[in-house]
Nanobody, 125 residues
Framework: VQLQAFGGGLAQAGDSLRLSCSAS????????IGWFRQAPGKVRKFVAA????????YYSDSVKARFTISRDIAKNTVYLQMNSLKPEDTAVYYC???????????????????WGQGTLVTVSS
């Protein structure tokens, strides 16, 4: 599986950005795509995930109601629409491919096969 995340950039608090995760080589073992983020000096944390087949979505409490994850199967792309951005959303955002489809494992980073290279989002106050 090859994943490429892009769409990051500079934003001001309250702005919106949309990240994209382009996937190739998805096989039958891949059920879901997730987004994680890693702020400077901190561990990588779960943001959101989508079941590639059913479309079920999962979010961390910190982004619920502000971020929306979606997938376009025809384009093999997963999107993360980020609204009402806050300075604490500043991080490198990674997308990953997982063979699982339940929240408990999708929200844990060690259940992902592959990761994209990450895209930096910087939100100023």
């Amino acid at each position: 599986v090859q994943l490429q995340a892009f769409g990051g950039g500079l934003a001001q608090a309250g702005d919106s950005l949309r990240l994209s995760c382009s996937a190739s080589g998805l096989g039958v073992k891949i059920h879901s795509i997730g987004w994680f983020r890693q702020a400077p000096g901190k561990v990588r944390k779960f943001v959101a995930a989508v079941s590639y087949r059913s479309g079920s979505t999962y979010y961390s409490d910190s982004v619920k109601a502000r971020f929306t994850i979606s997938r376009d199967i025809a384009k093999n792309t997963v999107y993360l629409q980020m609204n009402s951005l806050k300075p604490e959303d500043t991080a490198v955002y990674y997308c990953g491919a997982s063979g699982y489809y339940d929240y408990s494992r999708l929200s844990a980073g060690n259940y992902y096969y592959d990761w994209g290279q990450g895209t930096l989002v910087t939100v100023s106050s």
